[in-house]
């Protein structure tokens, strides 16, 4: 059982940058496909990137957010540049050991979110 703590979100002004941070516990951190999604008011839970033996971008952020991973640390960054007031949502951090998935259903363990606010 892995639980996850997202941290980094805030407010930015648009062009700026943020990079969120999730620490996980309680599980082999390094077995895990680990993944960022974000949730705009009213809309759909969509995917952002992925991370397992390769990584995988949206089309939306693809050249602008990076997603990486420090196993001895336990945690999954996503640098986020060049940000637009359409990047505005709640991101959350997700994990599974069923290798890569690019929906919500593929992932079982998720943490509580974090608010990025991108002022335009």
């Known amino acids: 059982q892995v639980q996850l703590v997202e941290s980094g979100g805030g407010l930015v002004q648009a062009g700026g940058s943020l990079r969120l941070s999730c620490a996980a516990s309680?599980?082999?951190?390094?077995?895990?496909?680990m993944a960022w999604f974000r949730q705009a008011p009213g809309k759909e839970r969509q995917f952002v990137a992925c991370?397992?033996?390769?990584?995988y971008y949206a089309d939306s952020v693809k050249g602008r957010f990076t997603i990486s991973r420090d196993n001895a640390k336990n945690t999954v960054y996503l640098q986020m540049n060049s940000l637009k007031p359409e990047d505005t949502a709640v991101y959350f951090c997700?994990?599974?050991?069923?290798?890569?998935?690019?929906?919500?259903?593929?992932?079982?363990?998720w943490g509580q979110g974090t608010q990025v606010t991108v002022s335009s």
């Open positions: 997700a994990g599974t050991l069923g290798g890569v998935g690019f929906t919500r259903g593929k992932y079982n363990y």
């Open positions: 991370m397992g033996w390769t990584t």
């Open positions: 309680g599980g082999t951190f390094s077995s895990y496909t």
